[in-house]
């Protein structure tokens, strides 16, 4: 098994059971299990910071402009790798509005509704993102 193929799917399993537990909480109004998901999204942030810095989604390979117009090199020729490079770092930005969330959760705060809403809106558009890497 490729370890690019773990590394698409780990994300979006985490997502997908954060945002399962975020809705349950929010519809049977379990205010623990809305901070348990978005928990989850943080933590999914701290793997997404270590996968970028310990080189697990960018590999050693830069391409620069004239190598691209010199060589003809299309979209399916560059790695897989290289295409999580701004997904992760999308995951890792999404952690800091997840922490955010989640603090306000903890506070009681009056637009903590909002930042939830925000939240699963950006999650899924990163979720999206992984399955269209996954498949290209």
């Given amino acids: 098994m ?4 773990l590394l698409l799917t780990i994300p979006q399993w985490i997502i997908f059971v ?6 349950y909480g929010w519809i049977e109004n379990k205010r623990i299990f809305w ?4 928990l989850g999204l943080v933590l999914l942030s701290a793997f997404a ?9 960018s590999p050693d390979i830069y391409i620069s402009e004239d190598e691209l117009d010199q060589d003809g090199l299309n ?11 701004p997904i992760y ?3 890792a930005l999404n952690g800091i509005l997840s922490f955010i969330t989640f603090i ?7 637009h903590y509704k909002w930042l939830t809403v925000v939240t699963i809106l950006v999650c899924l558009a990163l979720f999206f993102m992984l399955i269209n890497a996954l498949n290209s």
């Fill in 35 to 38: 901070q348990i998901g978005v």
């Fill in 18 to 23: 954060s945002i399962v537990v975020i809705v």
């Fill in 104 to 110: 306000s959760l903890k506070n009681n705060n009056k």
């Fill in 89 to 91: 770092w999308g995951l």
């Fill in 75 to 85: 979209m399916s020729e560059i790695p897989r790798a290289l295409h999580m490079v």
């Fill in 2 to 5: 490729d370890i690019t193929y």
């Fill in 49 to 57: 910071l270590y996968a970028l810095f310990s080189k697990l989604v």
